[in-house]
Nanobody
């Protein structure tokens, strides 16, 4: 049984900042990757940022230089620091984790989503 719980979403003004967090709980053998997708209203879901177990990262071009992803491995938690927010960042943000609950296969798990709205 694995659960990803997200928090930190809300309403901010353009140019403002938010920090999202996502904590994985349950019996977890290991985590390979954690990250964030987002889905703006009426648009496709896209990868925002991801961080792997070796701390390598990747970002969507649209957020590079503004967003920073980090992780606390001891707490099985991933964070997304979002600065210089723009209205086009408005979306539901979904945390995901690629992890093992046994020593065998990796599976992808998803959080419930958290709303981020950037508006004056």
């Amino acid at each position: 049984q694995v659960q990803l719980v997200e928090s930190g979403g809300g309403l901010v003004q353009p140019g403002g900042s938010l920090r999202l967090s996502c904590a994985a709980s349950g019996t977890i053998f290991s985590i390979n990757t954690m990250g964030w997708y987002r889905q703006p209203p009426g648009k496709e879901r896209e990868l925002v940022a991801a961080i792997r177990s070796d701390d390598s990262t990747n970002y969507a071009d649209s957020v590079k230089g503004r967003f920073t992803i980090s992780r606390d491995s001891a707490k099985n938690t991933v964070y997304l620091q979002m600065n210089s927010l723009k209205p086009e960042d408005t979306a539901v943000y979904y945390c995901y984790a690629v992890l093992k609950i046994t020593g065998a296969n990796y599976y992808t798990y998803w959080g419930q989503g958290t709303q981020v709205t950037v508006s004056s």
